[in-house]
């Protein structure tokens, strides 16, 4: 650059030389102007480079390709941002004789801070911001499933070194993002979420709030995903549509979620040796609302008001031509929820417009039952693992309404006390006004036992029960009962006579009008390698035998041979 000065005659020695060391001036600030930057940028490289892991383990590199420097508008602009572990990290985290279970791994094709005090970053190392974008970013998180999970290993503990004081970002907005889970063992992603959206208001983060669950003190998150996808399971694979978080609005909403099975039910069958449950669920819509931040942020327990399901639409299928799993004690569930983890919290979980379909395929005649229950309505109330939340109230109540077989209306009431060792719990249920043929296509299959006709004019069963058996009543009005049963070898061949034995051992009407009603008694112990949803059916079965059938229940024999002991004594 060239400055013309212009140079009066009559000047005097002194003015010139005054003219002079201003143009001298001028040229310096000009040369510091133009290189400022320069010398910035690089030592602005040096600190940043600072606050990145330098630990003895050398855990990450990081490295950009280009820095863009606005000292008047306060503005970086990064490109070709790049944080890898080292070799010496990715040796680690494959090695068990250490706790670094996790790394990062992310790209970025752009970063922008507008507003960034350089000159107090420079000086004291605290970055304040007043908006960091970052778009199209790709994180990775490398992780060893083989090793232990801490609750205290955060990963962004480890990504910052110890020279990392604190950072104010009132805007802090990611866009275009794709963050993937990558197990190192056996090569693959398991979660995956798609086109990924995040903005951030008046975030605080500082060495202290990094080391919690939640690195960030903030005013608001806002955060979506196109889809996600989890494939954690040999065999089943979870996929959803969009998702979105609010933390004002304190709601998290995930549409069109999915569990998909990786095989046929053919192919599940064939897979295993034994009996396994295959099964298929789709849901339109999954909301939760009013999670407590402040309890999930400080130690990770999960609390939260309300968990809706929508349209959920669940399939089930077991063949029971397979034999039975080796035994395994399954836990009822007050027990099974004081195994998980960590507090676990729910006000209310509230099902709406569903459908459940269970299918079995018998041992006896190698065709497939079916079970349905359409418009399936549900409510629960204190699920919960949380010692202080069962201690203001110590029942969890379950309520559900549907029509059983697309038919019979059905009512059911279940209450769990969950601070009592032996899982002591309550049921009751009611059965509408229903044409008992409809229970065909369960019955047939399963005991080759077709109805002929017959009406339920209504049930009701209530007990009481426990971890190892329950005890209760049944009153079950019926009238017209006639069956059919069918040849174990030639599946549609009726056995008559067997038949004839059959309608003469039941009961064919028992109403209360009549003067030989009978109440039926509920009595089983319970099996405990089955889920409590088999203990419930054996429940209600035994007062059906014991109403329709009692010389076969086992309970009236029981009520028999003690009388008969009563009469000796």
Known sequence: ML?????????????????????????????????????????????????????????????????????????????????????????????????????????????????????????????????????????????????????????????????????????????????????????????VFEDVGFHLTNAHIDSLTIKRFSPFDYDNIEFSSKGLSLDLDEDFIISTGKLRFNAEENTTSISDLKIKPKYSQKNFSKKYNVQKTWFALTLEDLVVSNINFEQLIQNGDFRMGRLTLKKANLAIYKDKTKPEPPFKKKLMPASALKKIPFNLSIDTILVTNSTMTINEKS??????????????????????????????????????????????????????????????????????????????????????????????????????????????TMDFEYENFKVDIYNAEEHDKKQGLLSLAANTVIKST????????????????????????????????????????PVLSNVKKEEKAARKEARKN
Not at 125 to 131: A, D, L, P, V
Not at 516 to 533: Q, T, W
């Open 510 to 549: 028992n109403l209360k009008e009549n003067g030989s009603y009978s109440k039926g008694v509920i009595k089983v112990e319970r099996l405990p390698e089955r889920f409590i949803f088999s203990y419930i059916w054996r429940a209600v079965q035994s007062g059906i035998v014991y109403t329709m059938a």
């Open 3 to 191: 400055i013309y000065l212009p140079v009066n005659k009559n000047s005097t020695p002194k003015m010139k030389a005054l003219k002079i060391t201003g143009a001298i001036v001028a040229i310096l600030a000009i040369i510091i102007y133009f290189t400022s930057d320069f010398f910035l940028e690089k030592k602005l490289r040096t600190e940043l480079s600072k606050l990145i892991n330098k630990d003895s383990l050398s855990l990450y590199t990081y490295n950009f390709s280009n820095l863009n420097l606005n000292l008047v508008e306060g503005s970086i602009k990064l490109k070709g941002i790049k944080l890898h572990p080292t070799k010496a990290a990715l040796d680690s985290i494959k090695s068990m004789d250490n706790n670094v279970r996790v790394l990062v791994e992310a790209t970025s094709d752009e970063m922008k801070m507008e507003g960034f005090e350089i000159k107090h970053f420079l000086k004291t190392g605290q970055i304040q911001i007043n908006r960091l974008i970052i778009n199209t970013p790709e994180l990775v998180y490398l992780f060893n499933n083989r090793k232990k999970a801490s609750r205290n290993t955060i990963t962004l503990d480890n990504v910052f070194s110890k020279k990392f004081s604190q950072a104010n970002l009132k805007h802090f907005l990611i866009t275009n993002a794709s963050i993937n889970a990558h197990n190192i063992n056996n090569d693959k992603d398991i979660v």
């Open 363 to 472: 041992a006896l005649s190698q065709k497939v039952s079916e079970l349905t229950l359409n418009d399936l309505n549900a409510t629960i109330h204190g699920f919960s693992n949380d010692p202080d939340k069962i201690g203001t109230n110590r029942y969890m109540v379950v309520n559900v309404s549907s029509k059983l077989m697309k038919t019979s209306p059905v009512l059911f009431q279940a209450k769990f006390d969950l601070t009592d060792p032996d899982d002591k719990h309550y049921i009751h249920g009611t059965v509408g006004k229903t044409d008992a043929t409809v229970f065909n296509n369960l019955l047939e299959p399963m005991l080759l036992v077709k109805i002929k006709s017959g009406e339920i004019r209504h049930m009701d069963f209530s007990y009481t029960g426990d971890d190892h058996d329950c005890y209760g």
